[in-house]
């Protein structure tokens, strides 16, 4: 039973080209969460998707960011003009909607390094 | 807003116990979780508390007490392979958005030496 995978595993940009990272859900998992983590501080929230929709995306930076959840394939969190602000890991977390406790179960991460 | 604290380190010996503490003051509740993650690893799920009490499971075992904002993780029989950090959350209510966000305290890292 394969858990939540996330590729690349480590990604190195150099400033203002783009980065792109991707989620494969546990299977039968619906929804999708992503957060990033910076070094020293906790997991903190960026975006919520459900397949081929964005249901809050209230912690994601206006400008830059992007994600999406298409109908098939992974999850892409997507950076342009990336900078060094954005060196992170970004954990992707996966729910199932028939779970009442709605627990995330979360992928090993992409560790982002902006030259 | 949200505030989680956690204590930032921690020491305890193979064999023992440790009790790693959380407050939270936050603006809604609806249930508190607890991961494990190793360095450069996943945070993995460890328990689910959304009612007052202990839930426990194995050499683990999480307490909540929603009128304190607090919670701790109990960790028996210590293993060195314990070794790592420990990461609280909160889940806010349900909102008009439909997120189920999950907000983190920064973690305590947990050593266990022999």
């Known amino acids: 039973n394969a858990g939540v995978m996330q590729n690349p595993r480590h990604l190195v940009r150099r400033r203002g080209q783009e980065a792109r990272l991707r989620c494969s859900p546990m299977k039968g998992h619906s929804h999708v969460y992503w957060y990033r983590q910076l070094p020293e501080e906790g997991l903190k929230f960026m975006v919520y998707?459900?397949?081929?929709?964005?249901?809050?995306e209230s912690g994601m930076p206006k400008e830059r960011f992007s994600a999406e959840f298409p109908k098939e394939g992974p999850s892409i969190l997507r950076i342009q003009q990336v900078v060094r602000g954005d060196s992170a890991a970004y954990f992707c977390?996966?729910?199932?909607?028939?779970?009442?406790?709605?627990?995330?179960?979360f992928g090993p991460g992409t560790r982002l390094t902006v030259l | 807003g949200q505030n989680i604290d956690q204590p930032t380190e921690m020491t305890a010996t193979e064999g023992a116990i440790v009790q790693i503490n959380c407050t939270y003051q936050t603006s809604g509740f609806n249930g508190l979780f607890w991961y494990q993650q190793h360095a450069g690893e996943a945070p993995t799920f460890l328990s689910y508390?959304?009612?007052?009490g202990l839930e426990e499971k194995g050499r683990f075992s999480s307490f909540l007490s929603r009128s304190k904002g607090y919670s701790y993780l109990l960790l028996k029989e210590l293993q060195m392979k314990d070794s790592a950090s420990y990461l609280c959350?909160?889940?806010?209510?349900?909102?008009?958005?439909?997120?189920?966000?999950?907000?983190f305290g920064k973690g305590t890292k947990l050593s266990v030496i022999p």
């Open positions: 977390a996966s729910s199932r909607l028939d779970d009442p406790t709605d627990t995330q179960y």
């Open positions: 998707l459900q397949k081929e929709n964005i249901i809050d």
């Open positions: 508390n959304v009612l007052d």
């Open positions: 959350a909160v889940r806010a209510p349900y909102s008009g958005a439909g997120s189920y966000q999950l907000t």
